[in-house]
């Protein structure tokens, strides 16, 4: 019993860097994870990865003007994903280009562009930090823009809830009965945008996007419903984080990286032994297997 408290709750009950680390993750968890379902469901994983990496330039303007500072660097992350977001919608709807190719242009137009500011002022162990995060580092300051960002997250989801729902199923007749159509998905990219803002405090920008895509696309294996499926990927997200956070102490690794690694274990197993994995769907009968 006292090995299992050495190994599972000392961490946490003695340190307060640990309890931080642990509290942010959390908040990033219920705000991020249903996010990102919504992200699934609209077949737009990649544009998530593709906005994660476009909060860099602005991010990187603010830590070359103001140094480390929170409320800068996510001023800065903001108003660089909006941008990007809007530039790419408005290159796919004005031109040929579809949407997925104009914000993988702009994502690595981004990436560069924000490496290179960094890179201006900062040393290696700075670009780290802005590409990786320091969830181990969180302060009060950055615990409360995280709190803020998840209650906005959770009001928004609340009152948009069944237009988000339906534009997963069928966007032409959302807009074609009710004028939610355009602002709900405008809407629902701000929210992308402010996840991916509150993560990249924590996770850095190239690893914010896991917490958020891989308890979703985990919890994708074990049920059809959004309800369910957006709670038990905030249930996996959270015990990604622990674990993550558990492994980095004891064994002295990174504490990103181990969360999204920790989440990417769930992911594997979940494939295999979902009940919509691969060893449910070969067990069951032809006629009876769903897409």
Known sequence: MDMLYQWLIAPFAEFGFMQRALLGSLLLSVSSCPVGVFLMLRRMSLAGDAMAHAILPGAAVGFLLFGLEIVPMTIGGLIAGIVVALGAGAVSRLTVQREDASMAAFYLISLALGVLIVSLRGSSVDLMHVLFGTVLA??????????????????????????????????????????????????????????????????????????????????????????????LAIAIGAASCVAGLLLSYHASLSSGPSIILSAGVVYAVSIVAGTRGIVATRLRPASHRTA
């Open 138 to 231: 969180l302060n009060d300051e950055a615990l409360g823009l995280i709190g803020l960002i998840t209650a906005i997250t959770l009001i928004g989801l609340s009152i948009f809830w069944r237009a988000l729902v339906a534009e997963c199923l069928d966007p032409l007749f959302l807009r074609s009965v009710s004028r939610l159509g355009s602002p709900v998905h405008f809407v629902f990219l701000a929210l992308v945008v402010l996840n991916l803002v509150g993560g990249f405090q924590a996770l850095g920008t190239l690893l914010s996007v896991g917490l958020m895509m891989l308890p979703a696309a985990a919890a994708r294996f074990w049920t059809v419903r959004v309800e369910p499926m957006c709670l």
